[in-house]
T-cell receptor, first 111, second 114 residues
């Protein structure tokens, strides 16, 4: 069974700082990996999707990388802003059409 | 947002009562999912559907049943609710874009079982 881990569970940074969130998974046989953002009391918003054949994807200030062989992905956020404060989750799609989620990293950007 | 709605958005019920949650989508997606989200566990898959009347179990399916009689609706039923089923329930669809599946989520239903 696929296990997805996100470390740290919580992170607090001053505004303007660049930061990296980590996601690791135990089974490298994945189809893709997706990063989500979740605001308190809300649903999940898709940020980036990386296919298993890709190394990275970028959207604005966000850059996600994937190293499938080592079972790792990172989400890089440049020039963080208070509006980036949220919980960030990663999910991997393994065999079949099931997705496995990490427990998330709660990010606070301090003005 | 892939046109996903969930109802009700909040519900309080008592142990032993049946509860049905509804997920509705407007874009004819084939795959639909029910997850629960609990502190320390992240999102865990309860059941999913890959077409009308086609469903399968996820990792935490005990105590839950689902039905999909039409493409746009996926129902999750707790036959006899227990306090351990207090959670936030999310419905999701997956959309095929360029040959790859991306998930999109509904706003969630907060269920409290007393």
């Amino acid at each position: 069974k696929q296990e997805v881990t996100q470390i740290p569970a919580a992170l607090s940074v001053p505004e303007g700082e660049n930061l990296v969130l980590n996601c690791s998974f135990t089974d490298s046989a994945i189809y893709n990996l997706q990063w989500f953002r979740q605001d308190p009391g809300k649903g999940l918003t898709s940020l980036l999707l990386i296919q298993s054949s890709q190394r990275e994807q970028t959207s604005g200030r966000l850059n996600a990388s994937l190293d499938k062989s080592s079972g790792r992905s990172t989400l890089y956020i440049a020039a963080s802003q208070p509006g980036d404060s949220a919980t960030y989750l990663c999910a991997v799609r393994s065999t079949g059409n099931q997705f496995y989620f990490g427990t998330g990293t709660s990010l606070t950007v301090i003005p | 947002d892939a046109g996903i709605t969930q109802s009700p958005r909040h519900k309080v019920t008592e142990t032993g009562t049946p509860v049905t949650l509804r997920c509705h989508q407007t874009e004819n997606h084939r795959y639909m999912y029910w997850y629960r989200q609990d502190p320390g566990h992240g999102l865990r898959l309860i059941h999913y559907s890959y077409g009308v009347k086609d469903t399968d179990k996820g990792e935490v399916s005990d105590g839950y049943s689902v039905s999909r009689s039409k493409t746009e609706d996926f129902l999750l039923t707790l036959e006899s609710a227990t306090s351990s089923q207090t959670s936030v329930y999310f419905c999701a669809i997956s959309e095929n874009s360029g040959g790859y599946e991306t998930q999109y989520f509904g706003p969630g239903t907060r269920l409290l079982v007393l």
